[in-house]
């Protein structure tokens, strides 16, 4: 059994007992976190689309911790200027573990 789940503005296939990195979601180590935004459920040849999302389907998962992802390199330069910038970025993840899909 699968599910497709949107958050942060993203689409995830997720099974139960997978893990996964989602954007950054409040709560704390250990806690459940529960998404209402499933827009398909399959079961085998039960296949369940929703019109945008099923109704009264629900996936439970485990907020692993906080994580980071990797380093990106942000560089500015204009040629014949001198002007050079260096800077960088690490976006914060959510690592999840899903628990349970409810269709």
Not at 32 to 60: Q, Y
């Amino acid at each position: 059994m699968y599910a497709v789940i949107r958050t942060g503005g993203k689409q995830y296939r997720v099974e139960q007992g997978s893990s996964l990195r989602v954007e950054l979601l409040p709560g704390e180590k250990g806690t459940s976190v529960e998404f209402t935004d499933v827009l398909l459920v399959a079961d085998g040849d039960n296949v369940k689309i929703g019109t945008p999302v099923v109704a009264g389907a629900r996936v439970t998962a485990e907020i692993l911790g906080e994580v980071k992802g990797e380093k990106l390199v942000v560089y500015k330069f204009k040629r014949r200027k001198g002007y050079r910038r260096k800077t960088g970025h690490r976006q914060h993840y959510t690592a999840l573990k899903i628990t349970e899909i409810r269709a």
